[in-house]
Structure formats: structure tokens, C-alpha cells
């Protein structure tokens, strides 16, 4: 008797059944050729979204209602189950327009280092329990001006957990869930990024408390460049934006006449929105693309999960995660990083759903940052500012529009 398994014929159903049902069997192994060669998969027809991606159309309107009136410019992309669901732009924004992303550029951050801890194993064995402050991951930063940072580990620079001070006029600190203001103090100097984020003050011992602070991120860049050889944007080039097929991208090295010698760690990528969608939805298949692991399962899992490095607040390896479920009405499995001007790139790996919301002031669009060229842009929301007592812009809290988008995404699955 032959050994061959019966496979039983699908002859009989109609042709528009047949094709629905190759499309979900493949689903789960479909991954976007670059836009150069077509480009995601698209559903516009409210019909075709809810029976192929299980989503309502009017509650994506609903999600893109409230991103347009929280930022000057932005606009909100959605793919679910491989298709591009929505997409939809306002101001200068536009599909492959190069604005600087702001902090949402820590998240590329974080998922090199996740790679590099995984190629280059043998230089940096301990991982993220490393001490990155010695002469062999970080030589510019000795002698040392403070020896409590001889105890800061990678993963406490990748949490937000080393003890930097706050930025901003209003830092604040977070011990163990309890926030507290701190006073300021000098951040980077993009003239000398390196040495002016190895010198921030600490205002706590490493690991005992949590402060939202850029150098953190910019400092582990400094250890890849060591533990790599290469530069920042160089190592995410060859493991995530080649084998992915971004279209121009790059980073805002460009500050009026001085050239950054080295990409920000701490934010200012500047990708097309596609492909800022490319890169997460990598990450909610565990790092997979085409039938190549681009980084690290375990890595990724982490990035959603509470931290050992970070016991203080929802924060770890530069993404916010809501396994509390502080973002009241999205899964508990969402992650994501937001960035200055209202930018967010969201990950929900049970809806296999990604989100991005562009946002950003006028100055975030200037082509003179990248020196990419930058497709013709609309000038109708120039000098934008919202209207008043809106709970959703800016200027606000920020965190409104930026988790209600997230819930309202989530809240349009219906399947």
C-alpha cells in the first residue's frame, strides 16, 4: 500500500472560495516584496478587510480621526495578517517621505543589539548582564568620573535602568512604580554625542531606578560599534533593511553645517512608513523574514515581557509593553516606542497586527537632515497648532493619542 498521504480535492468549491482559502493557508508564510516590486498586499474595500483581515474599516476611520488631530503632520498605517489595510496621510507626510522618527529610532537601537548579541556571542558572552564601562566596550568613557558606572550592564542601558538622569526640564524617576521629579541636567551635544552621553550624572545607582534618558540607548550603540566594527547605521543596513528590501532610508546626520560623525542611538532614523511597517511586522513573527531568522526569538520576547533590568515601570529594551495592561482595551502582548511629535510604531503579535502613526512637526520633514530626496510635500497643516482643550494633541500628554490609537486599532479586529 502506498505510503502517500491523501490529499482530498478542492475541485468543488467555487473559484472565489478556492482563492480565499490559498490565501489564508499561505498567510502565515507571506512577507511583503519591497515596494519597488509591488510593494504589501492591499485591501480598500470594507468587505475584503473584515473577510480577509478580520477588521472594521470604520474603526480604523475612527484611529486615524484621533491621529489627525494630535499632530501638525503624520498619518496611520495598519497591516494586519500580512495586508496592508489602511493607509491614509495628512500634511507633509506621505508613504515615502524620510521624517525624522524621533526616539522611535531607539527600537532599531535595541533590535541591532539583540542581533549583535547573537553573531558575535564570543566577544560579548555575558550578553546583556555585560559591564559595558571598560576598556573593551567602551574605552572613550575611562578614566571613569563616577565608579558606580563600572557597574552599569547593557542591559540596564537598554532599559533605561543605569541610573542616567532624566532629560528634559521635567525629568522624572521611577522606583519600583513610583515616579518622583529630579532636576535637570546637561543631555547630549550632538557636536560630541559620545562623550557628552558618557558623562550624563547618574542620580541613582545603576539598576535601582528608572529615568527616560537619551544617552542610555546612544552609549549601547557605542558598544556595538565596538563589539561590530561597524557603524550603526551600517550593521542595521546589512541585518534588517537589506534583506527586508527598505527603500532610501537613513539617518538625520545632517544639523545645519556640521555632520554627526555617528548615527544617534537614542532615535532620528528616517524610513519610509512601509518600511517602518516591514521592520515590525518582522518582529511580530519573532524575527523571521522569508524563511530567515533576522533576530533573535528570545530577544524579541523580551522586549514584551517585564525585565529583570527594569522591575521599576512597563519598559523594557526600549519599548514600552503593556503585560500590565495599562493600555486599557489592547492585548496584553502589545509593545511599542513612541517618538518627539506624536511618532509610534506598535506591535501585537496575538492580533498579528502592526500600527504606525506618523506624526512630527514641520522641521521633522526638512530633507536637509537625511540629504535623502523627499517626495513633494503638502503645506495645508503648515504652522498647524491644535484646537483648544483637545485631549488627544501634542502638546497635551502625549501618551492620549498614542494609546488610544492602540486601543482603537485592537478594538477594530472582529474576527
Known sequence: MSSTPVRPSLSWLPLTALVLLTVRLTAADYFPPPDSEGGWRTLKDAAQIRELAGMKLSGLED???ITERSTANGGLVVVRKG???????FGRASRNANPDMASTGKAFTSIACGIMLKEFKD????GLDTKVFTDKFLPEAL????????EITLGQLLCMTAGYNGEGQSPTG??????????????????????????VPLWTNPGAGYSYSSPAPHIASIVLRHVTGME????IGERLAKPMGWGLWGYCLHRGDFDMPHANGA???????TDALRFAYCLAHEG????????????????????????HCPFSLQFEHNTDGHVIGAPRDAFFKSGAGGFCLYVVPSLDLVIYKLGGKDGQYDHALTGLPQPEQSHDRDNWQPLPHTPFDEGSSGGDALWRVLQMVSGAVCD
Not at 495586508?83 to 496621510?89: G, P, S
Not at 566577544?123 to 555575558?126: T, V
Not at 532615535?267 to 512608513?273: D, E
Open 267 to 273: 532615535g532620528s532614523i528616517a524610513l519610509h512608513a
Open 83 to 89: 495586508y496592508l489595510v489602511f493607509e491614509k496621510y
Open 123 to 126: 566577544k560579548i558572552p555575558q
Open 232 to 235: 550603526l547605521q551600517d550593521y
Open 143 to 150: 578614566p571613569l568620573d563616577d565608579p558606580r558606572r563600572a
Open 63 to 65: 484611529a486615524y480621526n
Open 288 to 311: 523571521q523574514w522569508n524563511g530567515k531568522q533576522l533576530v533573535p526569538s528570545d530577544y524579541i520576547k523580551l522586549c514584551h515581557s517585564p525585565s529583570p533590568f527594569n522591575p
Open 174 to 199: 521611577i522606583v519600583m512604580g513610583k515616579a518622583s521629579p529630579m532636576k535637570p541636567a546637561l543631555g547630549q551635544n550632538i557636536k560630541d554625542l559620545d562623550l557628552s552621553s558618557l558623562h
